[in-house]
């Protein structure tokens, strides 16, 4: 499991049904096309799942920017909606637009956030990340405790393997070895169905929740890509 083939199954998303994104169904061959990297933050493009869901979720301890302490899969991801994506405090560059596009996330999503429905941002760097920092982060940005939005640490080789099974992991060494290369992508599902899937973390908010609210079948759904 690599980033590389988290990115190698794109699929053009204006052009995909929403229901075969979700159910993790093969694109028909002719909409199947690999999307130029540089034009992940603002292309409508729908990343395809990767792995085997839940089997793929590691289980290993991670502490909350409360101090908190949780197994991932345990705890966390099980019998939950979650999205989950990659950064750390210090990113200056493009970890603070993806967090503000979170927020409008979880505002569009508020009736069912804490509830079933949970946001888990995983630190590139746990050494500097501890829950103090993680908490200062928190409350630079407005992340309201009991939101349904948890900041992550985990010891570092429990992190690359968070990082390597949820597809983050880029195979060529050289690109792994740069964190932002990690940040730019929200990888949402549902363990209680097992649909995964992902998408840009700078695309359209409105875009992100609705595809997140569609993976569960009793809420009401609205059409992803309007005309």
């Not at 990297?37 to 409508?44: I, P, Y």
């Not at 888990?120 to 829950?131: I, N, R």
């Not at 407005?142 to 992550?152: D, E, F, V």
Request: contains cysteine; proline residues 7%; positive net charge.
């Amino acid at each position: 499991m690599n980033r590389r083939n988290f990115f190698t199954n794109l699929s053009a998303g204006a052009a995909l049904p929403a229901a075969a994104m979700l159910l993790n169904k093969p694109a028909p061959a002719e909409l199947a096309s690999v999307v130029d990297r540089s034009k992940l933050n603002n292309a409508n493009v729908v990343v395809r799942a990767v792995g085997m869901g839940r089997s793929n979720i590691p289980n290993v301890p991670v502490t909350s920017q409360t101090g908190r302490k949780y197994h991932f899969y345990n705890d966390l991801v099980k019998d939950k909606i979650v999205m989950i994506n990659f950064f750390y405090a210090e990113c200056t560059g493009i970890c603070p637009r993806m967090t503000s596009n979170l927020l409008k996330v979880q505002k569009a999503l508020a009736d069912q956030m804490g509830k079933g429905m949970f946001i888990y941002s995983v630190s590139l760097k746990p050494e500097q990340d501890s829950p103090k920092n993680l908490k200062a982060y928190a409350e630079m940005h407005g992340i309201k405790p009991g939101s349904g939005w948890l900041l992550l640490n985990a010891a570092r080789a429990d992190m690359e393997t968070l990082r390597e099974r949820l597809g983050f992991k880029d195979s060529d060494p050289a690109l792994d070895a740069n964190v932002d290369e990690h940040t730019g992508i929200l990888r949402f599902g549902t363990d209680l169905y097992d649909h995964w899937s992902g998408y840009p973390l700078l695309g359209k908010a409105e875009t992100i929740a609705e595809m997140v609210r569609q993976l569960d079948p009793k809420l009401p759904r609205r059409p992803l890509f309007p005309v």
